[in-house]
């Protein structure tokens, strides 16, 4: 199955989807009173996120030299970003370190299939997770129509590579830390989490108040401007060229090597020592 | 280029083979001494526990072993190693005729695990989402899942529970819906760590008899451990005790007996060391070790 051909491997990854996402109907539909509590608590936490920042948008007519539909572009990105990772990689793989920190990888191990295809499929919550991602593709429509963008299928190509290369480096990211579980299991458990919430507080402002610096910081070594506010300047047309267009896709590629390389590292580290400790809990709930 | 080498074809029905399996495990001391913290930061005393060293086995199809030996003797780290969740440091191990971390893709699909203290059910939904989500993931053909899926339904009784969630189980049940599962794609060898952890004698005799008859029925080759030598007689032929890494027997219960069954040790310390005296006489005493005196 290793040299499972790419048609084989896609119709392996589809058939995944399709089951997480009946496991995943099915625990909702569990109970109505819970399924209903479950979609109102998760809108209301999604508009909690977005609240600070349309606050200071409304109170000072926009934020520096974004206006108030601008930051609303900015935040329907952010958001759809979230959701994105909420929806494809929830059951601890956006916070892996939890399985690595847990030893719990050796459920995965023992899964006769690449480690890659059950990561990229395990996590696919669309009816518990689709809340975030509907508010944030709700806004985003909403101020692409208040701006009065012309969405052409180039600008809607765009858009979409954009979006996929955010969460790749949001989802880099979380890797890349949670690489660090497979040397200290105990310490680093939760450094997905912290990662994650970082990335998350950060994108949701626009970064042109800050010195070259700081802002070349939040590019790189905490890529917060990476999943939202770059990509939006490009799409908003605040940025042109060839280089504008390219530079969030490569960014995504980029860290997606690096994180790849460091969690190959850190397996083969877990293939050496194996886990000291293993918890239960949080696997497979 | 020494080292273990292991045969060039698995003999004849050899389904498992291990020559010269090492395993060390480090662990870093820590001094609870404040002027120690120094230390213990910068250069941490390293201990190494030898968890295997140089164990060798082969495993014919169709046989019931018993992996037997103490806490921390290296029964979990070999079942690891069989599973494909740990590499040795030395040593060969080949299983149905794969390495199982270089092939662990295409081996995994034909054994089965199941670790005692470990579940593969899927914890907040019902017993049979497990079995359908196992289906897909492993890629069980319909006719074969519907086959299995009967036969584990009807010799574990998992019918009474399949619409309960997991998480309400009782320890006994559960057990037995991750032997299920664990049986649903037909492996050919079944590695069980600990199956029977913490079940009464019921739910233990009942497990213990299913083991059994897929093993006569189905020609599942099966390697179990345990701590308990009663539950392990009653369903291997042969037993392999594995002691500080070492493996100190292998062979049929019956020689086991014979080798050690009439035989106690009883190991007696002196407070300086001189050896214990009985009609006058040195008991049993060897230079720089304690007395031993057979019984």
Not at chain 2, 204 to 233: C, G, P, Y
Request: hydrophobic share 45%.
């Amino acid at each position: 199955m290793e040299a499972e051909r790419a048609p084989g491997m896609l119709r392996r990854l589809v058939r995944l989807w399709r089951l997480y996402a009946t496991l995943d109907l099915i625990w909702l539909a569990r109970d109505a009173r819970q399924a209903l509590l479950w979609s109102l608590s998760d809108m209301v936490t999604s508009a909690a996120g977005v609240a600070a920042t349309l606050l200071i948008a409304e109170r000072f007519a926009g934020i520096g030299p974004w206006s108030r539909p601008q930051v609303m572009f900015l935040m329907g990105y952010a958001l759809t970003v979230e959701g994105i990772l909420v929806m494809f990689f929830s059951n601890n793989i956006l916070h892996i370190s939890r399985r690595v920190g847990r030893g719990q990888l050796d459920h995965i191990l023992t899964q006769p299939q690449p480690i890659w295809a059950a990561f990229l499929t395990e996590g696919f919550c669309p009816f518990t997770g689709s809340a975030v991602l509907a508010a944030g593709l709700a806004l985003l429509g909403w101020a692409t129509v208040r701006l009065g963008l012309a969405v052409s299928p180039s600008w809607a190509a765009a858009a979409a590579l954009n979006l996929a290369a955010s969460t790749a480096v949001a989802l880099s990211f979380s890797f890349l830390w949670a690489s660090l579980a497979f040397w200290a299991p105990r310490a680093a458990e939760e450094i997905s989490s912290s990662a994650v919430d970082i990335i998350v507080q950060l994108k949701r402002f626009p970064l042109d108040g800050l010195g070259p610096l700081l802002r070349l910081g939040l590019l790189t070594c905490l890529p917060a401007g990476l999943t939202a506010w770059l990509p939006c300047r490009y799409l908003l047309g605040q940025a042109r060229g060839v280089w504008a267009a390219a530079v969030t896709p490569l960014a995504g590629l980029l860290f997606v090597a690096l994180a790849a390389w460091a969690f190959r590292k850190g397996l083969e580290h877990y293939g050496r020592t194996g886990s000291q400790r293993y918890s239960s809990f949080g696997h497979r709930r | 280029m020494g080292g273990p080498v292991l045969s060039a074809t698995l003999p004849s029905g050899t389904v498992v083979e291990l020559a010269g399996v090492c395993k060390t495990y480090r662990q870093r001391q820590r001094s609870e001494r404040l002027g120690d913290i120094w230390r213990n930061l910068l250069h941490p005393e390293v201990r190494e526990v030898q968890a295997l060293r140089d164990v060798s086995l082969t495993i014919g199809r169709g046989e019931v072993v018993a992996y037997a030996g103490p806490n921390g003797a290296g029964k979990s780290t070999t079942v690891k190693i069989l599973s494909s969740a740990l590499a040795p440091d030395a040593g060969k191990v080949r299983v149905l005729g794969m390495d199982p971390i270089r092939d662990r893709v295409r081996y995994v699909g034909r054994i089965g695990v199941v670790f005692g203290q470990r579940t593969e059910l899927w914890w907040d939904h019902p017993v049979a989402a497990s079995f359908e989500w196992k289906r897909v993931v492993w890629d069980v053909a319909r006719p074969r899942y519907e086959r299995m899926l009967g036969l584990v339904k009807e010799l574990l009784g998992l019918n009474e529970y399949w619409h309960t969630l997991s998480r309400e189980l009782s320890l006994g049940q559960r057990m037995r819906a991750d032997l299920g599962l664990a049986l649903l794609h037909e492996p050919e060898i079944l590695f069980l760590d600990e199956p029977t952890i913490g079940l009464d004698v019921l739910a233990k005799r009942n497990m213990l008899r299913f083991i059994q008859e897929v093993n006569r029925e189905r020609q599942v080759t099966v390697m179990l451990t345990s701590h308990d030598m009663a539950e392990l007689e009653q369903l291997a032929g042969r037993i392999v005790l594995i002691d500080r890494g070492h493996i100190a027997f292998d062979g049929p219960f019956d020689r086991l007996r014979r080798e050690l069954g009439d035989r106690r040790h009883l190991l007696i310390e002196t407070p300086n060391g001189s050896p214990p005296r009985a009609r006058g006489r040195a008991l049993g005493a060897q230079r720089g070790r304690p007395p031993r005196v057979h019984l």
